[in-house]
Structures are given as C-alpha cells and as structure tokens.
C-alpha cells in the first residue's frame, strides 16, 4: 500500500474534525461519525512521516489550532498549516490506546510503545505525553525497525577516518568509545560497524535501551522499563555469554563503565556510547564516572565522536565566491578552499536545499602517549589528542563543505551552536 498524499491526510485530518463535538468542555465522538476518521487519520500521519524518513512527530495544542510537525533531517516541519484544535483530545486519546496507556490520565507524563504495521516491516514508535498549559502534547519517536541498515561506507567517513575506524572494529578486544548528544547518529553508526563482523564464527552481543534495528544473528537484549533488567546487570551477564563482540547501548552510571572497561580487557571486543562533546571529553567523562586510570589507557583502543550535518541537495544546489570572513573561518581551519556551496530549494528537497544527512567525525585513537596521559590523569588531554593527529570536528566539516557535500553554515551551527 502506498503512502496516502499529503493532501489526502490533511482531508482526512478534516474529516476528524467534523465528526467531532463538545461535550462538558473536552471534545468527544459524535455517536453517528464514531472513531473511524480519527484512527484513519492517525494511521495516516504516522505512514506519512514514515514516508518522509522523519525521526519524529510533535502534537501540540496552541491557543487557536493544533499543530504537527515532523522531524526532518534533524529540523523541525509544520506539516498541516492550521488543524482543527477539536482534534487535540481525540488525537491524544487514540495514540494512548494505540500504546496501551491510560486514557483517562491528563494530569502526569506517560510513556509507551506501538507496533505500527507496514508494508515493509514493523516500526518501533516510542510515545510520551506531557501535560501541558492548553492541554497535552505528545511526541512520536520512530525508531528505525523498517528502515535498511547502512553501511560504513555510507556514514560519510573521510577515507583516512573509514581506515582508523576498520582497523579498531578488526582488532579481537578492547573498548571503543562512539561519542556525541542525543541523535547525532552514535546507535547508526555501531549498528553498521557490529553488522559488517557479523560472521558465523563470531557470537555477538548487544544490551539496547530501547532496540532501534533488528539484526539477524545478533543477540540483542532489551533493557527492561522494570529496573529488574539493567545496563550494569546486562553488562555482567554478558561475561558468561561467551561472547566475541559486544555492544553496550550506553555508559550510563559508575557501575557499568567499571564493568565495561573490564569486559573489554578480557579479550573481547566491546562498543559504547557516552555523551560528550569532545573525543577527548569522553575519557574525562569514564575518570569522573569513577573508572580506573589505568584500567581505561589499558581498555581503549579509540574514541570517536560525531555529529550530523545536512546534505545539499544535489539537485539545487549552487556554489559561491567564499566572503573574507568565511575564508578565515576555513583556514582556521586547515582548509584554503575560496568556493563554496549553498542551499537554493526545489522540488526534490521540498524547497529546503537539503536533502537527508551526513556524519562529521573526529578520531581519537589511544596510542602510546595517550595512554601515559590518561594513566597520569594529566590535564593536557586535548594537546595530547592533537599529538595523535587528530582532525576535529570542524576541521572534518569543513572539508565536507568545501567538496559542497554540506554547507559552511551547517558546520559552524552543529560544532559551535547558533543559528
């Protein structure tokens, strides 16, 4: 079945609205319309938003209108103009039923989960509601069950980044460390990296909060939402899961990152996440979490942090003469380029001038003078980074936009922040 267009979801949207009616101040089902326009419009939305590889959805009521909008290469879309504010009860209503939470609970936050059906496979959709001022809003998070898993290869690595990053995953033990905030694409990247040693010779193991890809093979365990099953419990069974290659979905806590380090000095091979800024911040990060000094420059074998960027739209995208003070921002940067490339909009990319995204990276890997640095806990760690030859973030964007794969715009907002 494909996709309803968008127009058809919008007359569906409409459609809701008219078969609904006030009663004792909250919106309810007209008896003779009944619950139909409302589920068919939900389902809608979500096959669109699927359709359109966006990574969330936000419902939110406001003053005049309902709005929602879809998470697009990492911005947020208005996706119906001005909906009916009649919808806000139903449409809420239904998505609870949907994700088997109380219907009749306005007043704390809940979270759940649907199995929506496709055409290609199940979406995982994790689902919060919050009460809000003018009423509840509720936020999709659709994970990537359907979608096809990619490979290293396509994440974006410059060449000499790809090479680093296949010489530690072929490596037979050892820690590696992918950091970055939350959706900068950490899981995607593990994910290709884990399916490429997927061999029969291997047994590897992943501990997941929540399980976004589903990989043959793999035994992947999900963390329980009853704290019977957690990330440190999950990390010390593995021990006797006799495995070759682990994934920890994400150092959370003293105890895990403890267990992790050890695990990964036991001969086997072993990927986490963490949240930090900075490769070199992630080892900061293991100290504070109370690891061993010696034990991690004994456990790592690099860290890597990433960040997603926007891709140009190849189709409309145009180049341009470089001002004074973007070509000092580029030789800051290692980069002497004097063209650019900037966004136009067109059909393809709906007006946007962007089209899907793309890694940035910077690899950390621990060779001998960093592993002394972090023995010593010494305070350089970023001289010492640059002593391992480094390329930073923004020296790793700026030469994707330079070769008009993003834009200079694109990479100064997601390293340095702004607008």
Known sequence: MKPATHESVAALAERAAQGISAGDGRAVLSPSVGAAPVVAFVDAMIREAISMDASDIHIEPMKDRLRVRYRIDG????????????????????????????????????????????????????????????????????????????????????????????????????????????????????????????????NIVTIEDPVEYFLPGVNQIQIGTDAKLTFARGVRSLMRQDFDVGMVGEIRDEETAEIAVRAAMTGRLLFSTLHTGTAAGAVFRMLDMGVKPYLLAAALLGIMAQRLVRRLCPDCRETYE?????KRFLAAHGCDAHRLFRPRGCEKCGGTGYRGRMAIHELLPANDELRRAVSEEREDLEAAAKAAGIVSLAEDGVKKAAAGDTTLAEVRRVVYGGL
Do not use: H
Not at 95 to 114: C, F, N, S, Y
């Open 322 to 326: 470089a001002g004074e003070e973007e």
């Open 75 to 202: 911005a947020l879309r208005e996706a119906y103009g001005k909906l009916s504010l009649k919808l806000k009860d139903v449409l809420v209503s239904r998505l609870k039923i949907m994700a088997k939470l109380d219907t009749t609970e306005r007043r704390v936050p809940q979270d759940g989960r649907i199995a929506f059906a496709t055409e290609n496979g199940t979406v995982d959709i994790r689902v919060s509601t919050m009460p809000v001022l003018l009423g509840e809003t509720a936020v999709l998070r659709l994970l990537s069950g359907a979608r096809r898993l990619l490979r290293l290869d396509e994440l974006g690595f410059a060449p000499e980044n790809r090479r680093l990053f296949a010489d530690w995953c072929s490596r037979p033990s050892g820690l590696i460390l992918n950091c970055g905030p939350v959706n900068s694409g950490k899981t995607t990247t593990l994910y290709a990296a884990l399916n490429e040693l997927n061999t029969a010779d291997k």
